[in-house]
């Protein structure tokens, strides 16, 4: 006879603690694919299964991902930097 299988999942504040993400990142990450999506256990309450997301963990620590450009601030449209302070590096 074989054991069913028992799953450990975890709510949103083990989660946070985990991957200190923003709640509207982690939701973008699901909707596009590129995170463990959520399972609700009740109408109030969702879970993450605490496998996929070590699994997720692991594979951002072996596959490196490229920063973003950094933004020259003197060119934005609100708060711009005026004067001669030189951009930090």
């Known amino acids: 006879m074989t054991q069913p299988s028992f799953t450990r999942t975890i709510r ?3 989660l946070k603690e985990m991957v200190p993400l923003a709640d509207s990142t982690i939701f973008g990450m699901e909707q596009r694919g590129e995170f463990p999506c959520r399972f609700a256990l009740s109408p109030r309450c969702v ?3 605490l496998a996929e997301v070590e699994e997720w963990l692991a ?3 072996t596959c490196p991902i490229e920063r973003g450009q950094q ?3 003197r060119h934005r ?3 711009p930097v ?3 302070d030189p951009l930090p590096t």
Do not use: E, F, Y
Request: proline letters at 0%.
């Open 12 to 14: 949103r504040r083990q």
């Open 47 to 49: 879970v993450w299964d």
């Open 59 to 61: 594979s951002r620590r």
């Open 71 to 73: 933004v020259d601030v």
């Open 77 to 79: 449209r609100s708060r």
């Open 82 to 84: 005026r004067g001669s």
